[in-house]
């Protein structure tokens, strides 16, 4: 029996916690209905957990190191192996939605002609047509995140160059690789996640008395600012890194170090962590609850989506600038020589690509209506 509380503020369905036993629209192993009490828990969870600890090692793994592999022992230019790592993250990130439209037989219900009908002369049912509709509705809002996408892209490209070309020593006669910078992200999320949860959260649920403190999609937007301030601090530590190497005579000696600790880098990898327990957690939650029912797998495929086509387009935009600034002997923003070339240019263009999709996304998420009753 659903329990339903009821305050001086109306609390939608979607803000109410689950209390049922039976979880709707799932089954065992038998194929009999879940039931909560008797279901899942830390056998099921410890599987989960398991193998995405498995399978995070091996991606990250690889494309943490991949733009040092691409430009180090395959002697590609810093804009080629940019891009060719976009192009792999991307493709990475998008294969799942194609599982996920086998794993939900969602190809033949979307398929409709003007008369409701597929091409074979099958009628869709309403639930169908509605099924459609509610996809529909998340374009704005999936369009709206690319931004923030593009600005992911550059967490293992260009930030990883940049740390190269620093004094990475932390200790007498040891450096850390550029690429290990990352960690920080990871380390941020870590840290953070339980502040949000056992402190953010509460203080936010006292404010607007909504169980979850936030929306989900005040939840993005917040994310979506962090990145645009994370592009903003990494402009500005890359031109005091180009500073200082003119400074020190080492604008044509790309090989040298900057005698600049890496460390500087430190707050545009922390403020990416930050950006993600916003974002992508609120984007996975967005896109799990507001997709239909039986379209879960379509739901978080979506989500994924957002960061391949934003591979893609970082890519694009890459070969884009490079083929504008290189050419009559001078040095492109992606130079091969870091110390002459304008990354700081390319953060800043990012920035206010960054700050115009977050624009696109407050309209959006303003006048979103949720597949439930009621704005969560």
């Given amino acids: 029996m659903a329990i339903t509380v009821v305050t001086g503020n109306d609390i939608s369905e979607t803000e109410t916690p689950l209390l049922d036993d039976v979880v709707t629209g799932a089954v065992d192993f038998n194929g009999l209905p879940a039931v909560r ?15 995405e600890v498995a399978e995070r090692f091996a991606y990250y793994g690889i494309s943490s190191n991949l733009i040092s592999y691409f430009t180090g022992p395959l002697g590609q230019s810093m804009a080629t192996a940019a891009e060719n790592v976009n192009v792999w993250n991307g493709t990475a990130t998008l294969l799942p939605l194609l599982g996920a439209f086998i794993a939900d037989s969602f190809l033949d219900k979307a398929v409709l002609a003007p008369d409701g009908s597929d091409e ?28 923030y996408a593009i600005v992911f892209a550059q967490g293992s490209t260009l930030f990883t160059k940049q740390g190269a070309t620093m004094d990475r020593s932390i200790a007498h006669g040891f450096q850390i690789p ?18 949000y949860d056992r402190i953010l959260v509460p203080i936010a649920r006292s404010i607007t008395k909504k ?3 936030i929306s989900m999609l005040q939840r993005i937007g917040t994310g979506i600012f962090l990145s645009f301030l994370s592009m903003v601090i990494a402009a500005l530590v890359e ?16 090989m040298a170090t900057v005698p600049m600790s890496v460390w500087w880098l430190a707050p545009q990898y922390l403020l990416f962590g930050i950006a993600d327990v916003f974002t992508m957690v609120g984007l996975q939650e967005f896109f799990y609850d507001q997709v239909p029912s039986e379209l879960k797998s379509i739901g978080l495929a979506l989500y994924l989506s957002i ?14 600038i490079e083929t504008a600034t290189s050419g009559d ?16 240019y390319f ?13 696109a996304y407050v309209y959006f998420a303003k006048s979103y209506m949720y597949k439930r009753k009621g704005k969560v």
């Fill in 120 to 147: 074979d002369g099958n009628i869709c049912s309403l639930g169908d047509i509605d099924d459609a509709k509610t996809i529909l509705r998340l374009v704005p809002i999936w369009t709206a995140c690319l931004g």
């Fill in 37 to 51: 009490s008797r279901s899942g828990c830390w056998k099921s969870a410890s599987f989960i957990i398991g193998v």
């Fill in 239 to 254: 031109r005091r890194r180009l500073v200082t190497a003119i400074e020190y005579g080492l604008v044509d000696e790309p």
């Fill in 307 to 320: 960061f391949g086509i934003g591979s893609f387009l970082s890519s694009f935009l890459i070969s884009v």
């Fill in 178 to 195: 550029s690429a290990s910078l990352q960690s920080l992200i990871a380390l941020s999320i870590v840290v953070v996640i339980p502040i």
């Fill in 347 to 359: 953060y800043w263009l990012l920035a206010g690509l960054s700050a115009v999709t977050m624009a």
């Fill in 329 to 344: 002997g001078r040095d492109s923003w992606f130079s091969n020589n870091l110390n002459r070339a304008h990354i700081d």
């Fill in 211 to 213: 169980p979850a403190g």
